[in-house]
């Protein structure tokens, strides 16, 4: 009888993990969470390929934190120094990710998303300057990990 009960549970236990096998789901990357900046690249809007400045935050803007939330909403709370202080500023706006175009669009503005993965976003964006006054407005490759 031991035996019998033995067998059935070996049998069943086998059974269980042979079925989770069929429930290998792709977990796709998402923007929800809470994103800190690595870097930017300033790039030129001739080419779109030439660097012209790298920027790594400083100890104070490395305070600085990027939240997309599941419901839509986005939380910008930046740190700059101003006039060697270290000074906060939050922006709250509304957010879209369009995952088949590749594009998320913060308030009005809209970047293109370069990579997208648990630990790292690259996002393409119009920079609405002339870094190098090449009479081109410049963009910018902002570097976000988490």
Same mark, same amino acid.
């Given at each position: 009888? =031991?035996?019998?009960?033995? /067998?059935?549970?070996?049998?069943? !236990?086998?059974?269980?993990? %042979? @079925?989770?096998?069929? #429930?290998?789901?792709?977990?796709?990357?998402?923007?929800?969470?809470?994103?800190?900046?690595?870097?930017?690249?300033?790039?030129?809007?001739?080419?779109?390929?030439?660097?012209?400045?790298?920027?790594?935050?400083?100890?104070?803007?490395?305070?600085?934190?990027? =939240?997309?939330?599941?419901? /839509?909403?986005?939380?910008?709370? !930046?740190?700059?120094?101003? %006039? @060697?202080?270290?000074? #906060?500023?939050?922006?709250?706006?509304?957010?879209?990710?369009?995952?088949?175009?590749?594009?998320?669009?913060?308030?009005?503005?809209?970047?293109?998303?370069?990579?997208?993965?648990?630990?790292?976003?690259?996002?393409?964006?119009?920079?609405?300057?002339?870094?190098?006054?090449?009479?081109?407005?410049?963009?910018?490759?902002?570097?976000?990990?988490?």
């Amino acid at each position: 009888m =031991e035996k019998m009960l033995l /067998g059935l549970f070996l049998m069943a !236990t086998i059974a269980s993990c %042979n @079925s989770d096998r069929g #429930n290998d789901a792709v977990i796709e990357p998402t923007v929800i969470g809470v994103w800190k900046l690595e870097k930017d690249l300033v790039v030129s809007g001739a080419d779109h390929s030439t660097i012209l400045h790298e920027y790594i935050p400083d100890d104070c803007k490395n305070k600085s934190t990027f =939240e997309f939330a599941a419901d /839509g909403k986005y939380v910008a709370n !930046t740190y700059n120094t101003i %006039n @060697s202080n270290c000074v #906060n500023s939050v922006m709250n706006s509304q957010y879209q990710y369009k995952k088949n175009e590749k594009k998320l669009i913060i308030g009005a503005s809209t970047a293109d998303v370069l990579e997208l993965s648990d630990h790292k976003l690259v996002v393409y964006a119009a920079d609405n300057y002339d870094s190098n006054n090449d009479g081109i407005n410049d963009f910018v490759k902002y570097f976000f990990i988490r």
